[in-house]
């Protein structure tokens, strides 16, 4: 098997950009909702979106009176085609929307139009190249002399940084200027199996900023419908050399045997951020001895068994997943951290 994850599943960001260009295209308008400044203590960071269609509100910026008020205006910009175009408002978290936060947020709104199709094809050309995509938007209001809008005053432009793995935004008041970036592809976790562990871990990685490939022999296994970020892969341990170096893995297939053999494979032919598999103390020891007269210890050593950050006695698949996620997310986390320290 040659293995070629999907341009679509590149990466979670990329969500709303999927949206607009399928409403584009249909001649529908929608609203897109970006934080494009946080200050103090605030329910997500600059850069996070949400969006509103004809169907309603998509993804989400927080939650709460402030998102209630979010789609109000957007749903009085959809409605009313003379308004302006964009539009960026202040809300302070506090008392008046109910919210005890603290913090403050500046939301952009910008009402898509099927002339707004060109630079969200072309942002989506620069993610598929696997760059992340820088985009930059004069919002002033604009109206042409007929009274229509003017074409879109906005340029994508590509960002080779293999550093850059989280959404951002920035409010340049005095420029009228939305700067907002799109990430490039997310992390890959690699979930070997499909059984109910499995299934549970997909599950909660389809909320996450990740991709998900899902590798297994049984293909009669897998759910009939698939989140955004994760593709089913028919495969077993000889198609290990066939994924990306630097992924995350999870190895808990229906066979001890196939784990085994898959854990060599990773050893052997891949670079990797975190390679964890699922078992008892008892296993982790009886695979350790036998990996020990294969590889060194250096490498043996970086074998996680059991996964997960909570020490239970628990097996239901959920709390497995809850907890193996949480140990994804945290070393993901941690990661980036060290590269922005790097980088400083």
Not at 226 to 249: I, T
Not at 309 to 317: D, F, G, H, M
Not at 331 to 337: G, V
């Amino acid at each position: 098997m040659n293995t070629q994850l999907a341009p679509s599943a590149l990466t979670v960001h990329g969500q709303w950009l999927a949206a607009a260009r399928s409403r584009l295209r249909q001649g529908e308008p929608l609203v897109l909702i970006t934080v494009a400044r946080a200050l103090g203590s605030t329910p997500r960071d600059a850069g996070t979106r949400m969006w509103v269609d004809a169907d309603g509100a998509h993804a989400t910026i927080g939650g709460g009176h402030l998102e209630l008020q979010a789609i109000e205006v957007a749903r009085a910009m959809l409605a009313d085609a003379g308004a302006p175009s964009t539009q960026v408002r202040h809300y302070a978290l506090g008392p008046s929307l109910g919210q005890c936060c603290g913090g403050a947020v500046w939301l952009a709104f910008e009402r898509l139009e099927p002339q707004d199709l060109a630079w969200c094809d072309a942002l989506h050309q620069v993610l598929e190249r696997g760059a992340a995509g820088r985009r930059v938007r004069r919002c002033s209001a604009r109206q042409a002399p007929g009274g229509g809008a003017h074409a879109p005053d906005v340029r994508v432009e590509a960002v080779d940084s293999l550093a850059v793995a989280q959404p951002d935004a920035r409010w340049h008041e005095e420029d009228e200027l939305l700067v907002d970036l799109t990430p490039a592809a997310a992390p890959l976790v690699v979930v070997c199996g499909a059984g109910h562990v499995g299934k549970a871990i997909v599950r909660v990685l389809a909320e996450l900023p990740v991709r998900v490939a899902w590798l297994d022999p049984r293909e009669d296994e897998w759910p009939a419908h698939l989140p955004d970020n994760v593709q089913c892969l028919s495969g077993d341990a000889d198609d290990v050399p066939d994924f990306p170096d630097d992924a995350c893995w999870l190895v808990l297939t229906h066979s001890h045997a196939l784990d085994l053999e898959i854990v060599e494979r990773v050893l052997q032919h891949k670079s990797f951020r975190y390679l964890g598999l699922i078992g008892s103390d008892t296993k982790r020891a009886k695979f350790r001895a036998r990996l020990l007269r294969k590889f060194p210890s250096r490498l043996v050593d970086r074998v996680v068994c059991p996964i997960g950050i909570v020490e239970t006695s628990s097996k239901l698949p959920g709390v497995i997943a809850v907890s193996v996620a949480a140990q994804i997310v945290g070393l993901l986390e941690h990661a980036a951290m060290a590269l922005e320290e790097a980088d400083a």
